[in-house]
């Protein structure tokens, strides 16, 4: 039976082109893969093939003419010996393709917050505590608040392994994994060439394969060699497997300035990851989070970023002396109730906000103190319930301005309680500049405690 | 151009292979080949969107590889990967319907073709960065290691992502750990419009795992018999825990980088003489032929068994519907909805 060929398509943004030469004549046979034309689209001139075998009834279109659309019949092909004098009638007849005519016009079925009405629902946010009350607890650092928490769940699950530059015999740079290759052996403890965009790309391809890797960057200044494991391979997975398959692993390491290491060492990546949708992204303060929130984690079947700070590695906290607990993602933590104005902060930029309020309360300003512990998910609920109740907002972190998590909540409580707000949302960030070796300048590129104290000033107009 | 370089000498049939198995090695490429022509018409209809990267002329690279591999062993490979899906098994229709973006797709119309998995099949995609699968892979043969099992990876690149860092970095690891890694290098001599020799002046590829210490070799691509006894080779190497091995496939592809590549690069009369005297399905159907295995009829009947399968997966990759539109929200994390939805 004759069938049509239509003018192609040659490029994902072409709708119409010029037949520019046939190069083939009535009567001729093709097969498969022969050029038949010459065709320009907006780009350039293309080289179109016969899909079928069979022999050229009629050429609808001369060549040379200019404006053909995608889909319009150009010539009819027939079986050898058929009868073609029919054939354009009998292709005419036939339906033209449908194209996809669906692709505009669609409805959002789903309002991403940037559409949420202002004042949407009431926050509820979730308090309870994170262990019983009554709960024994020891003094731990955050240092080894970590190391538990990985030895805990390796031993709980067989297909936990830690892998990273140093972490083994050298007993982790900043002595995190320590002890964890003596009791786990070479196995499961491993130590890897310099060679983060490798190892993160083999680490993603594990979790693929069925295990849950802990692969640990020395810091994650480092990680910008590995991001587009981080992002293309682990993050976006699941979705563009249709949910088949995903990267249930970790990343972590420190994040964020140390002190006088410059800037190529110095920075602070949680507004980076949080962007990226299929990551959950946690930067924690405590020791105790610390622990609960690495043990989650490693038990979440997602990838997840796990921020931590050399600075507060060697912090003391109180830690729940538990056999296994966890704190869940998307639960913030409130460190002091206060009723004239909320910090939102998290990791180590809780060190300037509870300094800040310790000040505060000096001059009778009662702050109330959040930590948001992860990123994404975020506890919006905690957030703007503490802002109904004080009408003011504070953010503190160390990262760069442009693009922060702050301006990120700033928004956020601009839409859901526009009305609550007595004064505009002050963002006390990391300033707009590589990061300085000098001491003093280094001093001045961070946030600091006169600057949060300055913020809540500004917002409370005391 | 000829292939460069190979182990196998040209026209060798290796002896130990049966009729019915030439048969199918006939009709696995045959079959890659008409789904790409198809979905190179779909796309011209306007029913495939985007990039799509055709297969056309390297069929003997996967079907020789796969006729090397056991149930289990696993693959993962570039963008180009329609061939690589369909030789391991995998439903025309799904692959067809993800091409044009449909709800009946391998991903649900959400991958596309440059991306799309099948945990089923062991084929962990389908990845759009190029060379980001070869550490993949290696981790994929990582975690058969550390499960203690004897599966095997095919990690899948060309020439273009051979000259990547991290092909480097993971020869490196592969070899140091042991890893059961088949690396395939699919020398089809262009990087896009970059010919090999434009982009390397050390273009035996398979020769650079030496500087880490991996074994590897040359194999003509365009014959299915030498690829499938080096894949064997390869795959008992692994098998038996002596770590990584390098195939630098020697292929040839028909068509442009991408449907919307005018190949300029390269001469039509280039093209015309692979297609005309080293085609690889040519050859087998000749072998077939000639060696009184098949007649004419009865490679015509494939033929229309296959052309037959393409045309359903067309009608159903036109027929199935978009994919709803919930799906935009599911699917971005395993345990949850995403926060923002």
Known sequence: MATEILMPALSPTMEEGTLAKWLVKEGDTVSAGDIIAEIETDKATMEFEAVDEGVIGKLLVAEGTEGVKVNTPIAVIGEEGEDMSTAEAQAESAPAPAALETSEGRADPAPANGSTPAQAAAPKPDQTPDWPEGTAMKTQTVREALRDAM?????????????????????????????????????????????????????????????????EFMTFNFAMQAMDHIVNSAAKTLYMSGGQMGAPMVFRGPNGAAARVGAQHSQDYAAWYASIPGLKVVQPYSAADAKGLLK???????????????????????????????????????????????????????????????????????????????????????????????NRCVTVEEGFPVGSIGNHLSAYIMQNAFDHLDAPVINCTGKDVPMPYAANLEKHALTSVPEVVAAVRQVTYR | MPPRKTAAKEGSATPNVSADELKHYYREMLLIRRFEEKAGQLYGMGLIGGFCHLYIGQEAVVVGLEAA??????????????????????????VMAELTGREGGYSKGKGGSMHMFSKEKHFYGGHGIVAAQVPIGAGLAFADKYLGNDRVTFAYFGDGAANQGQVAETYNMAQLWDLPCIFVIENNQYAMGTSVQRATKSPDFWERG??????????????????????????????????????EVMTYRYRGHSMSDPAKYRTREEVQEMREKRDAIEHVRQMLLTGGHASEEDLKKIDKEIKEIVNEAAEFSKESPEPHLDELWTDIYADAAPQNA
């Open chain 1, 151 to 215: 030895a805990e769940e390796m031993r709980r699950d067989d297909s936990v392994f830690v892998m990273g530059e140093e972490v083994a015999e050298y007993q982790g740079a900043y002595k995190v994994t320590q002890g964890l290759l003596d009791e786990f052996g070479a196995k499961r403890v491993i130590d890897t060439p310099i060679t983060e965009h490798g190892f993160a790309g083999l680490g993603v391809g594990a979790a693929f394969g069925g295990l849950r890797p802990i692969v």
């Open chain 2, 210 to 247: 030496a500087a880490y210490g991996i074994k590897g070799e040359a194999v003509d691509g365009m014959d299915v018999l030498a690829v499938k006894a080096a894949g064997e080779k390869a795959v008992a190497h692994c098998r038996a825990g002596k770590g990584p091995y390098i195939l």
């Open chain 1, 296 to 390: 989650t984690a490693i038990r979440d079947p997602n990838p997840v970023i796990f921020l931590e700070n050399e600075i507060l590695y060697g912090r003391s906290f109180e830690v729940p002396d538990l056999e296994d607990f966890t704190i869940p993602f998307g639960k913030a933590k409130i460190w002091r109730e206060g009723t004239d104005v909320t910090i939102v902060s998290f990791g180590i930029g809780m060190t300037y906000a509870l300094a800040a309020a310790d000040e505060l309360a000096k001059d009778g300003i009662e702050a109330e103190v959040i930590d948001l512990r992860t990123l994404r998910p975020i506890d919006y609920d905690t957030v703007i319930a503490s802002v109904m109740k004080t």
């Open chain 2, 69 to 94: 591999a056991e149930e289990g062993d696993k693959r993962v490979t570039s963008y180009r990967d329609h061939g690589h899906m369909l030789a391991c098994g995998m439903d025309p229709k799904g």
